[in-house]
């Protein structure tokens, strides 16, 4: 794994665009990425390469994640939602080409074989992600197994109270989500994995440093081939350097 420490959030998002930039030299990149707060400041920057050098993402994919359970497109809090506002409406990708699970799927089961399908017609050049801080990558909390592909999950009480600052009543939050699995994950060429803020200093231990174990699911990136950490002083308090 390559790690990067840098001094601030601000660093950290100029840092992930450059690694970014590299693969959306590939005028049909499929991109994997990512909702939660970290990776806003790479999707800024993504966009304001595009408004003032032109990057266009045409031709290109981008395939998300995960997505709650129950939630509509259209629904503020939903992924989906987050995607338009915070990158897809900003660029000139297509959006027929952006893809999420469908939290209104009314049969999740094939929901979630027609996302696997999915994601084995474009493998994805990069995976962006960023790290719970009990070490869950995307919704796949400890104890999802490593061979894991598209399933729903039931959220643990600790994501839930996490994710509650983006709605109105913890009570809103809905309690299940569609997530790829873990191999989905690391079946991705690169993967990118941001980490902020001294609530993910001991994530950061395990996924660099702690045994490979699926109590702690983004410690398997320690296997994967191409995986680069950004992390900002704070996050990475605990392994140095
Ligand atoms: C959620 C998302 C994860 C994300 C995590 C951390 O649980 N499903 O994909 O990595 O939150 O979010 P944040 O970046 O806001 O700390």
């Known amino acids: 794994m390559k790690i990067i420490i840098t001094k601030d959030y601000e660093e950290l998002s100029e840092k992930a665009f450059e690694i970014m930039k590299g693969v959306l030299a590939t005028r049909e990149a499929v991109l994997g990425l990512a909702t939660g707060s970290t990776p806003l400041g790479l999707y800024r920057k993504m966009i304001e390469d ?14 998300n994640l995960d997505e709650y359970v129950g939630l509509s497109p259209e629904n503020e809090q939903s992924y989906r939602y987050f995607m338009r506002k915070n990158l ?13 699970e469908n939290g ?3 049969n999740a089961e094939e ?11 474009f493998p994805r050049d990069i995976q962006l992600l960023g790290i719970g801080a ?17 399933h729903v999950v039931a959220l643990t009480e600790n994501t839930i109270e996490m994710n509650a600052r ?23 060429k690169k993967v990118l994995i941001l980490a902020c803020g001294a609530s993910k200093a001991d994530a950061v231990y395990g996924l660099v440093k702690g045994k490979v174990t699926e109590d702690l699911p ?3 990136l320690q296997q994967h081939k191409d995986c ?3 992390a900002d002083r704070e996050a990475a308090a605990l392994i140095g350097g």
């Not at 595009?50 to 395939?63: D, V």
């Not at 009990?134 to 592909?149: K, L, M, Q």
């Open 111 to 121: 929901e979630c074989l027609r996302y696997n399908a999915l994601l084995a017609r």
């Open 166 to 188: 983006f709605f109105k009543d913890k009570n809103e939050v809905p309690r299940r989500a569609f997530t790829m699995g873990i191999k989905n994950i690391t079946d991705a």
């Open 218 to 220: 983004a410690s398997i």
């Open 50 to 63: 595009h408004l003032q050098n032109g990057t266009s993402y045409r031709g290109m994919r981008a395939i």
């Open 104 to 106: 209104l799927a009314p």
């Open 88 to 100: 897809f409406d900003s660029i000139d990708i297509d959006l027929a080409n952006t893809y999420i």
């Open 228 to 230: 680069i950490l950004i």
């Open 134 to 150: 009990n070490g869950h990558i995307a919704f796949n909390e400890p104890g999802t197994p490593f061979d894991s592909e598209t």
